[in-house]
């Protein structure tokens, strides 16, 4: 539930990640301050586009709630595959608009470096090009695609860098500078539910009408909050 848009213990939240080569949705629970796990459905990626609304209702209706029952939504927006983006956002946009639910939208690479613990997270972008996440205390928050020429211009990376794709941590190994490569299983949705504690507790909603998919390509990148 919400007290003034603020979630409170029992309050129900939906998570939603379709970013990645698999997508997967995921209930949870507030209880003393932190989201209690209820249930995950995972979705092959090529099944997206009629698997992604079912895998939901089926996680409700094996919780025994409906879309009315939740007290909002948090959502991976990106970056990640286009098709896979727009699915899930346009999902969200529909169940939140018709049951009046607050989103929190999340980065999936802030999500890979929570995961990982670490200050830095990369993923694959395919094109000869990778997202990169830069979470540094004290230097804010950088999220940008890059190229291997430009990480080596900078000096390559350094410390701690999650990864979740092998071929990313390969990629990386051939690069100049001697990171630390942590690769970690990708994000999920009950990362997401996680993670969105933050931005609830923070009041950082997504105007839904305004919500889009955060693609991270060229002249249309920018920079994503972190709760």
């Not at 909002?72 to 969200?92: C, D, K, L, Q």
């Not at 000869?128 to 996440?133: A, I, L, P």
């Not at 979470?135 to 979740?164: D, H, I, K, P, Q």
């Amino acid at each position: 539930m919400l007290i003034d848009g603020v979630l409170s213990d029992g309050g129900l939240l939906l998570g939603v990640d379709s970013c990645g080569v698999e997508g997967s949705v995921a209930l949870g629970r507030m209880m003393e301050g932190e989201v209690k796990l209820l249930g995950e459905r995972r979705i092959a990626g090529g099944a997206l586009s009629v698997g992604l609304v079912a895998a939901i209702a089926d996680l409700l209706a094996g919780a025994g709630v409906a879309v009315g029952d939740l007290a909002g939504i948090a959502v991976v927006a990106g970056p990640g595959t286009f098709t896979g983006i727009r699915i899930g956002v346009a999902a969200v946009k529909a169940l939140a608009e018709a049951a009046g639910l607050l989103v929190v939208a999340v980065s999936r690479l802030a999500l890979l470096a929570e995961k990982a613990e670490a200050p830095c997270a990369v993923l694959d972008a395919h094109r000869g090009q990778v997202f990169c996440g830069f979470y540094r205390a004290g230097e804010g928050v950088r999220e940008v695609l890059m190229t291997a020429g430009e990480v080596n211009a900078m000096g390559g990376f350094s410390g701690r860098v999650a990864v979740c794709e092998a071929a990313v941590a390969q990629w990386i190994d051939e690069l100049v500078g001697e990171p630390e490569v942590v690769q970690v299983a990708g994000p999920t949705a009950a990362d997401a539910l996680r993670f969105g504690v933050g931005e609830w507790r923070a009041g950082r909603f997504a105007d839904v009408a305004m919500l889009d998919g955060y693609y991270l390509r060229g002249a249309d990148a920018k920079v994503a909050g972190r709760a």
